[in-house]
């Protein structure tokens, strides 16, 4: 696994949000997968 670029700070509501947009998946494959890598990142 490659170092830590960035660290990221999410709060509740903004993690519902973005695994919201992943499970309806009627938004963009690119606004997806950044939820994915917002959602992953420690």
């Known amino acids: ?5 960035y ?3 999410l ?3 903004e993690r519902q949000i ?3 947009v992943i ?3 009627k938004s963009a494959a690119r606004s997806q997968t950044r ?3 917002l959602l992953q990142g420690r």
Not at 1 to 5: D, G, N, Q
Request: hydrophobic fraction near 40%; charge should be positive.
């Open 1 to 5: 696994m490659p170092a830590i670029k």
């Open 7 to 9: 660290k990221v700070n």
């Open 11 to 13: 709060n509740d509501d």
């Open 18 to 20: 973005l695994q919201a």
């Open 23 to 25: 499970q309806k998946g």
């Open 35 to 37: 939820a994915r890598i």
